[in-house]
């Protein structure tokens, strides 16, 4: 079993900033990657930031530049600095992790913490 606990998110005015952790814990021997995806109501779940091995990152478009993505191999921690806010970036935010099993990649989300950008 493989457990992801999320932290960080809440309501923020635009221009604001907000810092999401997600630990991960269980069944781990190795980690392939870690990031976090968003979902927004009516709207399909979409990559916002990933990191692969050590330091091969990929951010979604609407988010390069704003937010950063940063990880503690050693506590299987992964944090997401989200930088000058808009409303367009209201969802909810699932961690996610990548896991290497039998020749393959598992993934794992988290159960997604509320991001709202309002005034």
């Known amino acids: 079993q493989v457990q992801l606990v999320e932290s960080g998110g809440g309501l923020v005015q635009p221009g604001g900033s907000l810092r999401l952790s997600c630990v991960a814990s269980?069944?781990?021997?190795?980690?392939?990657?870690q990031g976090w995806y968003r979902q927004a109501p009516g709207k399909q779940r979409e990559l916002v930031a990933i990191?692969?091995?050590?330091?091969?990152?990929n951010y979604g478009s609407s988010v390069k530049g704003r937010f950063t993505i940063s990880r503690d191999n050693a506590k299987n921690t992964v944090s997401l600095q989200m930088n000058n806010l808009q409303p367009d970036d209201t969802a909810v935010y699932y961690c996610n992790v990548l896991l290497p099993q039998l020749g393959s990649v598992i993934s794992y989300y988290g159960q997604g913490t509320q991001v709202t950008v309002s005034s």
């Open positions: 990191i692969i091995g050590n330091n091969n990152t």
């Open positions: 269980g069944s781990i021997s190795s980690i392939y990657g």
